[in-house]
Every structure is written in structure tokens, then in C-alpha cells.
């Protein structure tokens, strides 16, 4: 059986609250901006294989009973009514929401299968509605799907709740956002992307910045816990000087976080890309200039640089949860809600529960026959060995605190983590000569600038990349 790290140990937060500094050194970022994973899980789902079957999954649910871990939600809606040319998500192009119905009655059918394995006493913490576009669905779908999560699983009612939806302004108004409200919802992250209309157009999605803020305007009204705004540089017209204009406009619209997604242009793999012309895309010059300006005008704004692509003001649970040393990451990036066991529902949607990922289908068709069948939608995924698990403890906290300490890491395993991890601090040994690690004794701390490269120092952890050949993943800048 794998082993378990003892939850009452603590994870030395006190390096993560360090605030980053406006350090800049391009060519150190040229010289290390390779390809990366994100690190939403490790291993990777380019590890998971098929012969992980729905059976593992449902034995992985009954034996994360005994631990009681909390459940966090994840639902995957993935219609949309109009695709936006930049995007890599899984989803269904279709403005006829009565589509919607029979997808509702499967993830349904898949609450019901999983939770026969659950002690579904145990409090949902989080929720998440993702896409696609979760506002696709009509006001009434959207209190049917609740009710069916509710009546399966048990929604929760307190203040520490995190319940969280992805909107699109263009497909919402106010009059959604006190339905949500009801629902039980108190966080929503809204996608902006650029308020640039000529970069807005190139992408295939209008948006003026009015929809943002109208709804923006509301949320704060209606008491939203918090409200997040997705941007993305990097794409086809976007300069320096551009994307500082929208910049000043959103950090006027005062949101309590930001996402600051790097487009990775891959249209071998995301037909809608290829409308992208690449010779409309900033070169990398100008694409490192975005992201400086991004760092300086965020950061003389008040936010905290969480890590990679993401921003919270101080007191927002993202930077407190960081300050603790509580701080999670998983498929939905960071999460303030640690040591949740997550139940990923609908087309393509992953799972963690305790030592094992666990992937849906990812077509509609196979979700649905699968369901139809009376099986759980699980295709692949994978059991974790105990190597694999004391990496995944060291990636992730990592890229949660910017640090790692291998004596915490020893007690917390029952290893010497030194001696364990030999061949990685070797790895390691160029990027402290370089500036971007620092360490001190059994004490690592990703300097200003490898905070950008977080990514990169994650890699010496991983042993599962020497069996990954290929273009996989994105540039890490």
C-alpha cells in the first residue's frame, strides 16, 4: 500500500510570503523558457494509461472513506455557443440549449454511480463549474443540476464554503448572477481575455469591457466572496503597450484575483487555432515585454504574485492560504482548500482521490455510451506509487510556497530527503548558479526571478519526463 504523509506536520510556510520583486533578467528567461508541465497534478495525465479501469476508481472512493477527507466538486459543462479561436478546452460549438438535457441526465446517472462508494457525510468544501461555458445552460438547468448535485451528494451551507463558477460576461446578465447567488455560489471568475478590440476580434470574441464591469458591479453588490478575471498574453496583435491599456483598465475594475494565462499556440492539436494567423502573434520579444509589464503593474497595484499566472490581493484566501503554507494546486490551478479529495463529473473531467487520478471519457459519445451502460465514464488514469507520491508532495509545494524544506520533507515521508532527492538537487545545481534558486542548508527558495520559472525547477522532481518524447506541453514563459 502506499504511504500517507501525517496531516499534522506542518509545511514551513514562511518563505512563501516573501512578496516578489520586480527583478528582470531576459536573457536568463530566454536562455530557460523551454517546455514544461503546469503541474495541476503530478504525474502528469501523459502518464495516465488505460488499463486504470472504472473498477480501480470506485475501489480508490470506497478507501478514501476511512481517511474522511472533505470532497471537492468538479463539473464540466462543454457547450458553448460560439468558440473562441484561442481555445484548448474541451467543448461543443451549439446555441440550442435543450442539448443541454440529456448531458444533464448523464452527469446525473454518474453522481448516482459514484457516490454508492462515498460516505457522502463528508462536507463538500468546493464546487467548480468549468467548460465550455457553465452559463451556457439556462437559468432552470442550472437549479436542476444543483438540485441533482445536492440530492447525490450534499451541498454545503457554511461561510467557508467555495463554490466557484467560470461566466462568460457575453452569455450573462445580473439577473444571472442572483440565480447563482441562490444556488449557493459565492465565488465567479469572469473571461476577459484582452479589452483590446482589435485583439478581440481576431480571436472571434467581442466583448466590451461594459459586459465586464456590469456584471462586476453586481457581484460586489449581491456580497460574492470573490471574483476572479482571466486574461491571456500572447495573443495575435497584443503589444507591450496594449495589453498595459487593458491591464489599467481591469486593475480599475478591482478584482480580488487575476489570471494571467500564457496562449500556447498549438494548432496541431486545437483545430479552432489554426484561424489564428501566426504572423499576427507577438514574437518573443515583445511576448516577455507583456508579461514584465503584467508583473510591475499588478504588483504596484497591490497584488501578490501567487506563482506563474496568477494574482490575489493580500487578505484574498488565495494569498492567506499561500502565507499558511496551505496553499493547493490541482486541475483547476490553485486552490485555497487544501487536502480535499476532488470528484471531477461530465466529458474529459479528472479525479483525485487519495493516490489516484482518475480521466472521463473525453468524447461525448464514449462519456455517454459508457453511463449508458451502467458503468462509471472513467478511460484512464492511474494508481500513484509511493515514489510518486513523495514527488508529487515536493512539485506541489513547490509550486504553492516557492520553497521546499527536505527536512519537513523527510519527516513527513520517513526518508532522507537529501539523499533521496541527490540526483534532482543535481539537476538543480545550474539554476542556483544562475540566480533562481537559493539554498540554505535543506532549505530551497525559488529567487524573484525562478518564481517565473517555477516550472522549470519543478522538472528536477519529475521522474517521469525521460518517457515523455515530443512537443507535449506549453513554453514555460
Known amino acids: 500500500m502506499p504511504v500517507h504523509a501525517p496531516a499534522a506536520l506542518p509545511l514551513a ?226 503589444t507591450a503597450k496594449s495589453f498595459a491599456d487593458t491591464l489599467r483598465q481591469v486593475i480599475e475594475l478591482n478584482p480580488a484575483r487575476l489570471s494571467v494565462f500564457n496562449y500556447a499556440h498549438m494548432p496541431e ?20 515585454a507583456i508579461l514584465r509589464t503584467t508583473i510591475e503593474m499588478l504588483t504596484a497595484a497591490g497584488y501578490v504574485h501567487i506563482g506563474m499566472d496568477h494574482f490575489a490581493r493580500p487578505d484574498d484566501s488565495l494569498a492567506i492560504a499561500q502565507r499558511e503554507g496551505s496553499l493547493q494546486r490541482n486541475f483547476q490551478g490553485y486552490s485555497s482548500h487544501a487536502q480535499c479529495d476532488l470528484i471531477g463529473l461530465g466529458v474529459s473531467a479528472i479525479s483525485r ?33 509511493d515514489d510518486d507520491l513523495i514527488r508529487r508532495d515536493v512539485i506541489e509545494r513547490l509550486m504553492c510556497d516557492m520553497s521546499i524544506d527536505l527536512t519537513a520533507v523527510s519527516q513527513r515521508w520517513n526518508i532522507d530527503a537529501p539523499r533521496y532527492f541527490a540526483s534532482a538537487l543535481e539537476r538543480l545545481q545550474s539554476a542556483e548558479q544562475d540566480g533562481l534558486l537559493a539554498r540554505s542548508g535543506d532549505q530551497l527558495n525559488a529567487t524573484p526571478m525562478g518564481r517565473l520559472l517555477i516550472r522549470h525547477i519543478a522538472m528536477a522532481f519529475d521522474a517521469h519526463l525521460q518517457q515523455q518524447t515530443g512537443q507535449h506541453y506549453s513554453k514555460i514563459v
Open 13 to 238: 510556510p514562511a518563505a512563501a510570503a516573501a512578496p516578489m520583486q520586480p527583478v528582470w533578467d531576459e536573457a536568463l528567461l530566454r536562455r530557460y523558457d523551454t517546455s514544461g508541465p503546469r503541474y495541476t497534478s503530478y504525474p502528469t495525465a501523459l502518464s495516465f494509461h488505460d488499463q486504470f479501469t472504472p473498477s480501480d476508481l470506485t475501489q480508490a472512493l470506497e478507501r478514501s472513506n476511512a481517511r474522511k477527507r472533505p470532497l471537492s466538486l468538479y463539473v464540466h459543462v462543454p457547450f458553448c455557443r460560439k468558440i473562441c479561436f484561442y481555445c484548448a478546452c474541451n467543448k461543443i460549438a451549439t446555441k440550442n440549449t435543450a442539448l443541454a438535457e440529456p448531458y444533464i441526465a448523464r452527469l446525473d446517472r454518474e453522481m448516482v454511480l459514484t457516490a454508492r462508494h462515498l460516505d457522502t457525510s463528508r462536507p463538500v468544501e468546493q464546487l467548480h463549474w468549468g467548460g465550455g461555458t457553465p452559463t451556457f445552460l439556462s437559468l432552470n438547468q442550472m437549479g436542476d443540476l444543483i438540485d441533482r448535485l445536492d440530492a447525490r451528494f450534499g451541498l454545503s451551507s457554511s461561510a467557508d464554503r467555495d463554490y466557484a463558477i467560470e461566466i462568460d460576461p457575453r452569455e450573462a446578465d445580473v439577473f444571472t448572477l442572483r440565480h447563482l447567488q441562490s444556488l449557493g455560489f459565492n465565488r465567479i471568475s469572469l473571461g476577459v481575455q484582452d479589452l483590446s478590440p482589435l485583439v478581440q476580434k481576431a480571436i472571434n470574441r467581442i466583448q466590451p469591457r461594459v459586459l465586464t464591469e456590469t456584471l462586476m458591479e453586481e457581484a460586489h453588490r449581491l456580497g460574492f466572496r470573490s471574483l476572479n478575471l482571466d486574461l491571456i498574453y500572447g495573443l495575435p496583435f497584443q
Open 269 to 288: 492539436r486545437f483545430a479552432p487555432q489554426r484561424r489564428i494567423n501566426v504572423d499576427d502573434l507577438p514574437g518573443g520579444e515583445e511576448k516577455l
Open 353 to 385: 482521490i487519495d493516490d489516484v487520478y482518475a480521466q472521463n471519457h473525453c468524447d461525448l459519445a464514449g462519456y455517454e455510451a459508457a453511463l449508458d451502460q451502467g458503468q462509471i465514464a472513467t478511460v484512464r488514469g492511474m494508481r500513484l506509487s
